[in-house]
C-alpha cells in the first residue's frame, strides 16, 4: 500500500516538475498576489483632500483645523470663501470632504454654546465616505472632550467618574491593514492553488485515458485518493511558508504566534482543501467543467469568509451558510496566530471543525472514485 | 482459462453486448473482429474488470471476476484502445510506475524493465518521455507496462490501430514470443488480415458473437461458392452482379470482384450476364474464401 502510494505521489511531483510553466505560475501568483493585497487592498484611508472655509480666523478655529491635519488623516488642499464654492471643489475632485467652520467658532466655544462646523463628504464612493465620516466624528469628539475636561480644570472642579468608553485596539493597535490581509492572503493563495491542483488531479486521467490504465491495476481508491494529495500537500506548504516569509521581510507585518503551530494547523485547511478539489475531480467529467465548479467553491469562500467583510455584518441566513466555508475556520485561526499570538487552546475547535470537514468531502470522493475506477 | 456464458452489457437504452459465449484456452492467440462498435471494447472491458456487465458470467483462471473484480487483476494485462500512459514520465519511468502498482518487487522489476526493453526494442529510447514517441512505440510502450506483471493473459484492445506498418509487424512479433511463452493473448482488430494470424477468431457484429473457431473452421463454414473476377469494366460488372444476385452478394477487393455463388455452375450465367453488356472478363477463378467473405456472409442479413 505504501509503495503504491509512494509511486503515484512521485509520478504527481515529476509530472508537476516537469511542467515548468505551471510550476513557475505557482510560485509567482502567491508574490503577485501578496503584492497587490498588501498595497492595493488597505481599508485605511489616508491623506484625504480637505476643502476648508474658515470664517472664524482665530487660534481656537486654527487648532481646530490642526487635529485633522495633524494626524496625516487629511490634507488641506483648497481653500473655499463659502457653500457655494464647496461643489466645484468636490466635483473636481480636489478634495472629498469640505469643511465650514462658523464666524462665531471661538466665541461659541467661550460661551459653552453648541459650536455647529458643517462638514460636507463627497458620497461617490460610499466606502471612502464612511470611512472619512467615521474619522471626523472621532476627531471632533476627542476635540469637544478635551475642552470639557479643560473647562472642568480652569474651574477647579474634580472631574467625577463619568462614563467613557475608549476603545484601544490591541492586536493591531495601529489597524494596518496590511497585518490583517497578509493572513487573509495566504488562505486565499493555499486554496485557490490546492483547489486548481487537485481539481484536476482525477480530471486530467479521465482526459488523457491514463484512469482506465489506473483501474485495471490492483490499486485502491484510497491509494490514488492519498498519493494524489501528497503533492498538493507539499505545494500549500510551500506557497504558505513563501507568504510568511515575503510578509515577515518585505511587508515587516506583525507575527505574534508561533511558527510550528501555523504548520500545524494549516494541515487541516489543507486537509479541506484537497478534499473539495478531490471531489470536483472525482464529479466532472471533463477539466473545464472541474475548473467551473471550482469558481462556484471558491467565490463564496473568499466573499463570506470574513477575508474582505466581516461576517457580523452579513444578513443571519448568509450568515448560516459561512459555517460551511472552511475559509472561514482558518481565517480565524491563521488571524488569531499571526495578531494576537493565539496558541492551540483558542483554536482547536475549528481544527477540529476542518478536520471533519475534510474527512466528510474526502469519503465521498473516494467512494466517488471507486465507483469510476472500477 | 477464460469462460464466459451469456455476457449481456446495456448502456442506458443500447445493448452494447446481447449475449456473448466465449471459451478461450490457454497459450493461444485469440482474436474479436468487428467493425466499430461491434462491442469489442465493451467485451475486453469486461473481461478486465473495469465494466461490470448487467448479466451472464466470466470465469477467468477459474475465478469469477464479477463477484470480485480484484481477484485476478495481478493475472491480467490489458492494453486499452487509447493511449493511456503518463505522457511526461519517461519509457523506463513509466514501467516503473506501473510495476509498482502491481507490487512487483525491486530487484524484480529492474531486471524485467531491462528485458522488456530490450525485447521491444525500446532500450535507446529509455529516457525521453512516453507523449514524444511515435505512435508505434507508444503502442510498444504500453505493451511493456501491461507486461511488467507477467500476466498469464494479455488483453489487447486494438494495438495495432493507427501504428505504422513496420511496427505493426514488429508488435505481431513481440506477441508471438510471448505466445511461445505461454501467455494466452485476446486482441480486438477491425482488421480481417490481423485476424487471420490468430489461432482462434471470433466474428463480433452489433453485441452478438456471430461466428468462431479457426480459421479453417470459419472456411468450412462457407455456404458459397467464391468467386474472383477481373473485369475491364469493374465498376460496371459490380452494378449488374449485384441487380442479379443481391447486394451482398458480390464485393469490390482492390481491382477485383469477389462473387459468391450458390453453386459452381452458377458461374456460366454470370459470364455470360457480364459478357452480354460488351463487358470483358479477363479472369474468373474460384478461390478459397477468406475471413472478410466470411464476415459479409454471416453479417448480411442483419443489414
Known amino acids: ?374 | 482459462m477464460i469462460e464466459v456464458r451469456n455476457l449481456v452489457k446495456r448502456f442506458g437504452s443500447r445493448d452494447a453486448l446481447k449475449g456473448i459465449n466465449l471459451h478461450i484456452e490457454k497459450g493461444m492467440i485469440f482474436a474479436l473482429v468487428g467493425a466499430d462498435g461491434a462491442g469489442k471494447t465493451t467485451l475486453l472491458r469486461t473481461l478486465a474488470g473495469i465494466l461490470t456487465p448487467d448479466d451472464g458470467e466470466i470465469s477467468i483462471l477459474g475465478r469469477d471476476i464479477i463477484k470480485d473484480p480484484e481477484c485476478a487483476k495481478e493475472h491480467i494485462g490489458y492494453l486499452s484502445q487509447r493511449f493511456s500512459l503518463n505522457p511526461s514520465l519517461t519509457v523506463a519511468e513509466n514501467i516503473d510506475f506501473f510495476g509498482a502498482l502491481f507490487q512487483v518487487p525491486y530487484g524484480e522489476r529492474e531486471k524485467r524493465t531491462k528485458r522488456l526493453m530490450e525485447f521491444s526494442r525500446l532500450g535507446p529510447f529509455r529516457d525521453r518521455q512516453a507523449g514524444k514517441l511515435s505512435g508505434g512505440m507508444k503502442q510498444k510502450l504500453a505493451l511493456c507496462c501491461a507486461l511488467i506483471h507477467t500476466p498469464d493473459i494479455l488483453l489487447l484492445d486494438e494495438p495495432t490501430t493507427g501504428v505504422d506498418p513496420i511496427s505493426r509487424r514488429e508488435l505481431w512479433e513481440i506477441l508471438y514470443d510471448l505466445l511461445g511463452e505461454g501467455v494466452t493473448i485476446v486482441v480486438s482488430t477491425p482488421y480481417m488480415d490481423e485476424a487471420e494470424r490468430a489461432g482462434e477468431i471470433m466474428l463480433i457484429h452489433n453485441g452478438r458473437a456471430v461466428i468462431s473457431g479457426t480459421l479453417d473452421q470459419l472456411k468450412a463454414s462457407y455456404r458459397y461458392f467464391l468467386f474472383e473476377a477481373v473485369c475491364d469494366q469493374n465498376r460496371q460488372a459490380l452494378r449488374l452482379v449485384s441487380d442479379h444476385l443481391g447486394k451482398n452478394r458480390v464485393m469490390f477487393f482492390g481491382d477485383r470482384l469477389h462473387i459468391a455463388l450458390n453453386d459452381g455452375s452458377e458461374s456460366a450465367g454470370i459470364k455470360s450476364l457480364l459478357e452480354n453488356s460488351g463487358i470483358q472478363i479477363l479472369s474468373l477463378l474460384k478461390i478459397d474464401p477468406g475471413l472478410e467473405d466470411i464476415f459479409i456472409q454471416e453479417t448480411s442479413g442483419d443489414n
Open chain 1, 1 to 374: 500500500m505504501f509503495t503504491r502510494i509512494y509511486f503515484i505521489a512521485k509520478k504527481e511531483m515529476i509530472q508537476l516538475l516537469r511542467d515548468r510553466r505551471t510550476f513557475g505560475m505557482l510560485l509567482i501568483a502567491p508574490v503577485i498576489q501578496l503584492i497587490i493585497f498588501g498595497y492595493v487592498a488597505t481599508t485605511e484611508v489616508k491623506q484625504s483632500g480637505l476643502a476648508l472655509c474658515d470664517l472664524n480666523r482665530t487660534a481656537e478655529s486654527r487648532g481646530f483645523v490642526e487635529r485633522f491635519t495633524a494626524g496625516g488623516y487629511f490634507n488641506v488642499t483648497a481653500y473655499v470663501d463659502g457653500v457655494d464654492d464647496i461643489n466645484p471643489i468636490l466635483d473636481s475632485r480636489q478634495a472629498v470632504v469640505a469643511m465650514i467652520i462658523p464666524r462665531d467658532f471661538d466665541r461659541k466655544l467661550a460661551r459653552g454654546d453648541t459650536a455647529a462646523v458643517g462638514i460636507y463628504i463627497d458620497g461617490t464612493n460610499s466606502n471612502l465616505a464612511t470611512i472619512v465620516s467615521a474619522y471626523i466624528k472621532q476627531i471632533a469628539g476627542e476635540y469637544s472632550k478635551e475642552l470639557v475636561f479643560d473647562y472642568f480644570d480652569r474651574n477647579g472642579i474634580t472631574i467625577p467618574e463619568i462614563m467613557t468608553a475608549r476603545p484601544r485596539v490591541w492586536f493591531n493597535p495601529e489597524l494596518k491593514s496590511v497585518n490583517f490581509m497578509v493572513p487573509g492572503v495566504m488562505a486565499i493563495l493555499t486554496l485557490l492553488l490546492l483547489m486548481n491542483l487537485t481539481a484536476l488531479a482525477i480530471v486530467r486521467e479521465r482526459e488523457v485515458g491514463t484512469v482506465e490504465q489506473l483501474a485495471v491495476t490492483p490499486i485502491k481508491a484510497l491509494d490514488l485518493v492519498i498519493g494524489k494529495s501528497l503533492p498538493p500537500m507539499f505545494i500549500g506548504y510551500l506557497i504558505i511558508t513563501l507568504v510568511l516569509v515575503l510578509g515577515l521581510a518585505w511587508f515587516k507585518i506583525s507575527f505574534e504566534g508561533s511558527v510550528l503551530l501555523l504548520y500545524f494547523l494549516s494541515f487541516f485547511f489543507i486537509l479541506a482543501c484537497l478534499a473539495a478539489g478531490l471531489l470536483i475531480s472525482a464529479l466532472s467529467q471533463t477539466a473545464d467543467q472541474a475548473m467551473w465548479a471550482n469558481q462556484v467553491f471558491f467565490i463564496p469562500n473568499v466573499l463570506l469568509s470574513g477575508f474582505i467583510f466581516p461576517i457580523s455584518n452579513m444578513p443571519k441566513p448568509i450568515q448560516l451558510i459561512t459555517y460551511l466555508l472552511p475559509m472561514r475556520y482558518y481565517l480565524d485561526i491563521i488571524r488569531g496566530i499571526f495578531l494576537r499570538g493565539a496558541g492551540l487552546r483558542q483554536h482547536w475547535n475549528e481544527a477540529l471543525i476542518l478536520l471533519i470537514w475534510g474527512l466528510v468531502v474526502l469519503s465521498i470522493a473516494s467512494l466517488k472514485l471507486k465507483k469510476k475506477l472500477v
